[in-house]
């Protein structure tokens, strides 16, 4: 079977579309409502870029740990990320509206504040723009590095080209780790400046893995759709499962221990995060996003017969890419716009960046095989079994 892949005028059409459906939104709320339209251009900024470094994070690891039965899927994984470029663009849009989501970008809050003052120094617009500069040019070419070592890999052979992937996957995830987790808290975590988590940062980062593998899934059985994989076996839907699996108990257990140790040691200067959550018009949100984002993955995927079937995948993969928007919604509009609002403007908005991201995402798999063609490992993942 061929396995090059060319996006069909179908699916290009359906993707633009819905940028357009994105654009209305975006222009409506810039007219209607720019405080409550740029948080969620921040919004829809983190939540693909976690799926794209969530993704590559997975790719990085199956070359450093040598695995094997994923060499069939590992075009999947470094297409998922994809967006980074075009992120980059739209997150330096976001300097145009910092003052509508962060509270210290206002110089004369220094004024007033004196825990804002203390932050100054490093809560301030140039500053913050250069670090957010630093981060992409970190991970963007590391993104093109990858991928140029893949298409070589497919059109020169050799083992060479393996193990110079594995060498960049291995600077690419400390890259991931260290930076993603100083970028979740540039972007996010400072948008309650008052407040701060010791696992914030941390907490972001491993669980990009968590919905970079559920973006995996669903673009997996895509093409599976349109008569690619055909190799695809049950085994490896059940590694797929135990990702999914394990990563859930680490949602879990991060998002109960943050939650535990800020409640039981009752310091105003971190409850203050909490309360308007827990106890105000976000609390439906609160209770919601462990039992999506845990609770339902958890118990549905525990047994390995029942979690590695096909719909059981896509619908615990689907429901977890309502989970991880749920999560931001929950992180950025209580501390930057203030007040729950949910309607064409939010959702329009995620339409259009789906769209977006999946165009990328095609563009990227039409410069590659979807199979890889020279890896090493491609014969024992192709006869991987339980």
């Not at 899927?73 to 990320?81: D, E, V």
């Not at 409850?271 to 339902?296: C, Q, S, V």
């Not at 259009?352 to 410069?367: A, E, H, P, Q, R």
């Amino acid at each position: 079977m061929d396995t090059r892949f060319k996006p069909t005028k179908k699916f290009m059409l359906i993707f633009a579309a819905m940028i357009l459906i994105g654009l209305v939104a975006v222009i409506a709320g810039f007219v209607s409502d720019p405080a409550r339209t740029w948080p969620n251009v921040l919004l829809n900024n983190m939540y693909f870029i976690t799926l794209s470094m969530g993704a590559l994070m997975f790719y990085a690891i199956q070359y450093i740990s040598g695995s094997s039965w994923s060499a069939l899927i590992q075009r999947i994984p470094l297409a998922a990320g994809a967006f980074l470029p075009i992120g980059f663009i739209l997150m330096l849009l976001l300097y145009f509206g910092l003052h509508d989501i962060y509270e210290w970008s206002h110089p004369e809050i220094t004024e007033t504040d004196k825990l804002m003052a203390h932050k100054a120094p490093f809560l301030n617009v140039p500053f913050f723009m250069i670090r957010m500069v630093l981060y992409f040019a970190l991970w963007v070419p590391l993104f093109f590095l990858l991928r140029s070592m893949a298409r070589k890999e497919d059109q020169i052979g050799g083992e060479q080209w393996y193990h110079k992937s594995a060498f960049y996957a291995k600077v690419f995830i400390f890259a991931a780790v260290l930076i993603f987790s100083l970028a979740s808290v540039d972007w996010i975590m400072t948008i309650d400046a008052h407040w701060y988590s010791t696992m914030f940062g941390f907490r972001s980062m491993i669980t990009s893995m968590y919905y970079g593998t559920a973006i995996i899934i669903l673009l997996i059985f895509l093409l599976k759709r349109m008569d690619f994989f055909p190799q695809l076996k049950e085994a490896h839907r059940h590694d797929l499962a135990r990702y999914l699996f394990r990563f859930s108990i680490v949602f879990g257990y991060l998002w109960f221990m943050q939650f535990l140790i800020i409640w039981y040691a009752n310091i105003p200067e971190s409850t203050i995060y909490y309360t308007p959550r827990l106890h105000g018009e976000w609390k439906f949100f609160f209770y919601a996003e462990p039992i999506i984002n845990w609770a339902i993955p958890f118990v549905v995927v525990m047994a390995d017969d029942f979690g590695r079937k096909k719909p059981v995948l896509i619908g615990i993969s689907a429901l977890l890419m309502i989970g991880l928007w749920m999560s931001l919604f929950l992180q950025i509009m209580p501390g930057s716009y203030g007040s729950l609002k949910l309607g064409f403007l939010e959702i329009g908005i995620w339409i259009g960046y789906i769209g977006l991201y999946l165009i990328m995402v095609f563009l990227c798999l039409s410069g590659l095989s979807i199979v890889p063609k020279n890896h090493p490992m491609l014969d024992d993942s192709i006869h991987h079994h339980l």
